[in-house]
């Protein structure tokens, strides 16, 4: 697990409007993914009713999802949640990689910045580790959307 998060730059989140799309597989991981990525938005000064949040069956759908609430809503940026656990076959590799391609597509396709918040874990430990553990990476998806937003923000004047 890498311990070497870049230094937040400091930004102010209260012009900025988030969606979300969260898995529903490992419900209780993501939710407190989730609950953490929504604390630091708040904490940034993204207002509660500027943050949509979606819920999809399972990290394959989040990409569909993602793209979606990107033309309906039309947030400043959006966040992909989700967990995949490996198991008995490397299944989880290969549906990280197909959302981790696709969510870089819908990125690139709609010229918004879409933060890949879906953790790849090869045991259900690390997957803990990442969601409930000391690390908040939900508070780091948080702090790359705002900083994604505010420099989407400056390039299009």
Do not use: C, Y
């Not at 070497?4 to 012009?15: F, K, Y």
């Not at 949040?53 to 989700?82: C, F, K, M, N, Y």
Request: charged fraction near 20%; glycine fraction near 8%; proline fraction near 3%.
């Amino acid at each position: 697990m890498s311990l070497d998060a870049p230094t937040s730059l400091s930004a102010n989140g209260a012009a900025f409007s988030v969606g979300i799309a969260a898995s529903r597989f490992n419900q209780g991981m993501v939710d407190v993914l989730l609950a953490r990525v929504i604390a630091g938005l708040k904490a940034a000064g993204v207002k509660a009713n500027r943050i949509t949040v979606v819920r999809v069956p399972g990290a394959h759908e989040v990409p569909w999802a993602v793209q979606a609430l990107a033309l309906s809503a039309r947030p400043d940026v959006l966040i992909a949640l989700g967990v995949l656990i490996g198991g008995d076959t490397n299944h989880h590799e290969m549906v990280g990689d197909s959302v981790s391609h696709a969510l870089q597509r819908v990125s690139l396709d709609l010229r918004r910045p879409v933060i890949n918040g879906v953790i790849v874990a090869n045991t259900r430990a690390q997957a803990e580790a990442r969601t409930r553990g000391k690390i908040d990476r939900g508070a780091e998806f948080a702090t790359a959307a705002i900083e994604m937003a505010a420099l989407k923000k400056k390039l299009s004047k």
